[in-house]
């Protein structure tokens, strides 16, 4: 079974500022991670995706996240926000290998970005 | 590629009516999944397809809900006598055989039952 837990459904950070945005997952055989955006009344955006490959993932818009399989960690990060990245993001697990990959979700976090 | 499409984008109906929901994948994507995000709350896995086969649905899936995908290519997902905690948005989401994992959203299809 898989699951994501993402800490702070609200996170606040002034324009140029760092973004930290943090997911932590449970997984019983070796996960494939992913983060996606979503913007009001959207659908989902791909930003980044985790398959085991390199453990430093690089995305659109700027966006990396680091997998570190000894804290069951897949934080996203940004060096400089922009008011575009307000958004509420989305951290994802599923299972690698054969199968349905039907993705699990965390509940999500809201970024605001303050001029 | 147009991206994927779902139709209606908004659907009010009252309790005890029927609803029926349309997806159309990226072209040549072979899997469709259909997922439910309540406010609040990340996406859901309901169910999903590979061509025009249901291979797997959640629990989350009652006997009013059922899902089609009858050529492989559009699929319709419809729930019958909605209830009041049928309300949320209807996520379709397509993926293309040789990248199974990697997941494209439709807009979504919000229903809100009075």
């Known amino acids: 079974a898989q699951s994501v837990t993402q800490l702070g459904s609200h996170v606040s950070v002034s324009e140029g500022a760092l973004v930290l945005l943090r997911c932590n997952y449970s997984?019983?055989?070796?996960?494939?991670l992913f983060w996606y955006v979503q913007y009001p009344n959207q659908g989902l955006q791909l930003l980044l995706k985790y398959t085991s490959a390199a453990t430093l993932v690089k995305g659109i818009n700027g966006f990396e996240a680091e997998f570190k399989k000894s804290e069951t960690s897949f934080h996203l990060t940004k060096p400089s926000a922009h008011m575009s990245d307000a958004a509420e993001y989305f951290c994802?697990?599923?299972?690698?290998?054969?199968?349905?990959?039907?993705?699990?979700f965390g509940k999500g976090t809201k970024l605001s970005v303050i001029p | 590629d147009t991206g994927v499409s779902q139709n209606p984008r908004h659907k009010i109906t009252k309790r005890g009516q029927n609803v029926t929901f349309r997806c159309d994948p990226i072209?040549?994507?072979?899997?469709l999944y259909w997922y439910r995000q309540t406010l609040g709350q990340g996406p859901e896995f309901l169910t999903y397809f590979q061509n025009e086969a249901q291979l797997e649905k959640s629990r989350l899936l009652s006997d009013r809900f059922s899902a089609e995908r009858p050529k492989g290519s559009f699929s319709t997902l419809e729930i019958q006598r909605t209830e009041q905690g049928d309300s949320a948005m209807y996520l379709c989401?397509?993926?293309?055989?040789?990248?199974?994992?990697?997941?494209?959203f439709g807009p979504g299809t919000r229903l809100t039952v009075t």
């Open positions: 997984s019983s055989v070796p996960p494939y």
């Open positions: 989401a397509s993926a293309a055989r040789d990248i199974p994992y990697e997941q494209y």
């Open positions: 072209s040549e994507h072979n899997r």
């Open positions: 994802a697990v599923t299972p690698s290998g054969a199968g349905s990959y039907q993705l699990t």
